[in-house]
């Protein structure tokens, strides 16, 4: 039988719902898993433990009263440390901002509570997203469950950590050029990045300008996700650039079983170097498409180098939202990340220009890939999670890598704005999970669920995670 820690939400909310158990028991179930974990893997960093033990009361008082208590009733949430809960502090993971105290919900986060989800919590972050690898100098390293001197990745590293050590079964992510799919394979999650817009961003005091920033679940189901983006996705005004919510709801496109489909595998994109043992166990889970009645073919072609591209962007956004407070604020950031800030102010209008010119490209050669493909299938990542304190890789069995070589499928997709999610395909040697990225064409999320949930079908991950004296608890 599933302990509670590793049901997934939907198993939970019908559970709620039917009265087989309590939003509260839930609650004090989690809040006691959080206390007796965490401090071995330092996913969250601040605990609304009060406020979500009211909520939860609430939440039954309303079902007592055969009121509709929300798809996601009692279910608890942890939220990333770059966005906002009211009452709660956004640190960004950053130092000057230890006591910066949200005054609203995220547009995101406003609508899972909506939905009957219950905040019990800040998970852990790189400062501003800015590595994927999750550690700070404010509140240190998170650890990967699945190995404790390994990372679970980043930027939503303490998200993804949470999910896999079964403190919480949903938790909130956001993804600029990786930092869902890193983490969700890093630590054997589900991680979908939506077409860009498909979520709101914001409240912001500056909306974004890049249109690389996307917001989106980890989950450990295909189910719990679509769960989830269907409670989350909409436009709003805050954010101009948010799409309107489908037609057809993702709980019940899910439903659709797609036959025949023309799938593209490409084992590198045509200039990445992989991990043997990953790149085989993305090789054979690709081959599995074609057990379920579909057409893989190599994609032999290579996407454009768009690497120093996506640093000029992610170095301009982030500028961006900082420079009024730059110069304060300097003496207390990181050096690497005051380093690139800095670069940032040195882009001209040529730089912007070739910017998009890269762009472009990238844009012309996906057309066609996705004229003769409906998905296109990647390794996650080309490695298996390093340590946990980092660097990152710079070689890969023995051949030297450039830096983003480590997280080499995930940020082209951000820049092209496709929608993007990561199954997990098995386990290294080491003991370390693993993944397959799905790419499908703009605003074919549910393409990319239906072929993400047809996988798990087939070779279900769900069920196998990370045990409590594995984690180095004893066995209550």
Same mark, same amino acid.
């Given at each position: 039988?599933?302990?509670?820690?590793?049901?997934?939400?939907?198993?939970?909310?019908?559970?709620?719902?039917?009265?087989?158990?309590?939003?509260?028991?839930?609650?004090?179930?989690?809040?006691?898993?959080?206390?007796?974990?965490?401090?071995?893997?330092?996913?969250?960093?601040?605990?609304?433990?009060?406020?979500?033990?009211?909520?939860?009361?609430?939440?039954?008082?309303?079902?007592?009263?055969?009121?509709?208590?929300?798809?996601?009733?009692?279910?608890?949430?942890?939220?990333?440390?770059?966005?906002?809960?009211?009452?709660?502090?956004?640190?960004?993971?950053?130092?000057?901002?230890?006591?910066?105290?949200?005054?609203?919900?995220?547009?995101?986060?406003?609508?899972?509570?909506?939905?009957?989800?219950?905040?019990?919590?800040?998970?852990?972050?790189?400062?501003?997203?800015?590595?994927?690898?999750?550690?700070?100098?404010?509140?240190?390293?998170?650890?990967?469950?699945?190995?404790?001197?390994?990372?679970?990745?980043?930027?939503?590293?303490?998200?993804?950590?949470?999910? #896999?050590?079964?403190?919480?079964? +949903?938790?909130?992510?956001?993804?600029?050029?990786?930092?869902?799919?890193?983490?969700?394979? *890093?630590?054997?999650?589900?991680?979908?990045?939506?077409?860009?817009?498909?979520?709101?961003?914001?409240?912001?005091?500056?909306?974004?300008?890049?249109?690389?920033?996307?917001?989106?679940?980890?989950?450990?189901?295909?189910?719990?996700?679509?769960?989830?983006?269907?409670?989350?996705?909409?436009?709003?005004?805050?954010?101009?650039?948010?799409?309107?919510?489908?037609?057809?709801?993702?709980?019940?496109?899910?439903?659709?079983?797609?036959?025949?489909?023309?799938?593209?595998?490409?084992?590198?994109?045509? *200039?990445?170097?992989?991990?043997?043992?990953?790149?085989?166990?993305?090789?054979?889970? #690709?081959?599995?498409?074609?057990?379920?009645?579909?057409?893989?073919?190599?994609?032999?072609?290579?996407?454009?180098?768009?690497?120093?591209?996506?640093?000029?962007?992610?170095?301009?956004?982030?500028?961006?939202?900082?420079?009024?407070?730059?110069?304060?604020?300097?003496?207390?950031?990181?050096?690497?990340?005051?380093?690139?800030?800095?670069?940032?102010?040195?882009?001209?209008?040529?730089?912007?220009?070739?910017?998009?010119?890269?762009?472009?490209?990238?844009?012309?050669? $996906?057309?066609?890939?996705?004229?003769?493909?409906?998905?296109? $299938?990647?390794?996650?990542?080309?490695?298996?999670?390093?340590?946990?304190?980092?660097?990152?890789?710079?070689?890969?069995?023995?051949?030297?890598?450039?830096?983003?070589?480590?997280?080499?499928?995930? *940020?082209?997709?951000?820049?092209?704005?496709?929608?993007?999610?990561?199954?997990?395909?098995?386990?290294?040697?080491?003991?370390?999970?693993?993944?397959?990225?799905?790419?499908?064409?703009?605003?074919?999320?549910?393409?990319? +669920?239906?072929?993400?949930?047809? *996988?798990?079908?087939?070779?279900?991950?769900?069920?196998?995670?990370?045990?409590?004296?594995?984690?180095?608890?004893?066995?209550?």
């Amino acid at each position: 039988m599933t302990s509670i820690h590793y049901m997934s939400a939907r198993q939970l909310a019908e559970q709620i719902h039917s009265g087989a158990i309590s939003p509260v028991e839930l609650i004090e179930k989690t809040l006691d898993r959080i206390e007796r974990v965490n401090p071995l893997i330092n996913a969250f960093v601040a605990i609304r433990a009060e406020e979500a033990v009211k909520e939860a009361r609430e939440q039954e008082a309303r079902i007592a009263k055969s009121m509709d208590p929300g798809p996601l009733a009692g279910i608890p949430v942890g939220v990333k440390d770059l966005e906002d809960v009211e009452g709660m502090v956004t640190s960004f993971g950053s130092i000057p901002y230890k006591d910066h105290v949200a005054a609203r919900d995220s547009v995101q986060v406003a609508r899972l509570r909506r939905a009957g989800a219950i905040v019990v919590g800040k998970t852990n972050t790189p400062e501003f997203g800015f590595t994927g690898f999750t550690k700070n100098r404010l509140h240190g390293v998170t650890r990967n469950p699945w190995d404790r001197e390994r990372t679970p990745g980043g930027s939503s590293g303490g998200a993804a950590a949470a999910v #896999a050590a079964g403190m919480v079964p +949903l938790a909130t992510g956001s993804d600029a050029g990786g930092s869902i799919r890193i983490p969700a394979c *890093y630590c054997g999650c589900f991680g979908l990045k939506p077409t860009y817009g498909r979520i709101p961003l914001g409240p912001v005091k500056r909306l974004y300008t890049t249109r690389t920033w996307t917001l989106g679940p980890l989950a450990r189901t295909v189910e719990d996700a679509v769960l989830y983006l269907d409670c989350a996705a909409g436009a709003h005004p805050a954010d101009p650039d948010a799409v309107p919510r489908p037609p057809i709801p993702y709980v019940e496109a899910l439903k659709t079983r797609p036959r025949g489909l023309k799938i593209g595998f490409s084992p590198d994109l045509g *200039y990445a170097r992989v991990q043997k043992e990953v790149k085989t166990l993305a090789e054979k889970a #690709a081959a599995s498409f074609e057990e379920m009645g579909h057409h893989v073919d190599v994609w032999e072609a290579a996407l454009p180098d768009v690497g120093r591209t996506w640093s000029d962007l992610m170095n301009w956004e982030l500028y961006g939202q900082l420079h009024h407070d730059l110069e304060r604020i300097r003496p207390e950031l990181g050096r690497t990340l005051a380093q690139s800030l800095d670069s940032a102010k040195d882009l001209s209008i040529h730089d912007h220009m070739r910017i998009q010119e890269v762009r472009t490209a990238l844009n012309r050669v $996906l057309w066609k890939v996705f004229d003769r493909f409906d998905l296109l $299938l990647t390794p996650a990542m080309p490695t298996e999670a390093f340590g946990a304190e980092g660097p990152p890789p710079a070689e890969i069995e023995g051949h030297p890598i450039p830096l983003l070589g480590a997280v080499a499928f995930t *940020y082209p997709f951000n820049l092209s704005g496709h929608p993007a999610a990561t199954v997990r395909v098995g386990l290294t040697g080491s003991g370390l999970p693993t993944g397959l990225q799905i790419v499908g064409p703009r605003h074919r999320d549910d393409r990319v +669920l239906q072929a993400a949930h047809l *996988y798990q079908e087939a070779f279900p991950w769900n069920d196998q995670w990370p045990d409590d004296v594995h984690m180095g608890l004893d066995s209550r």
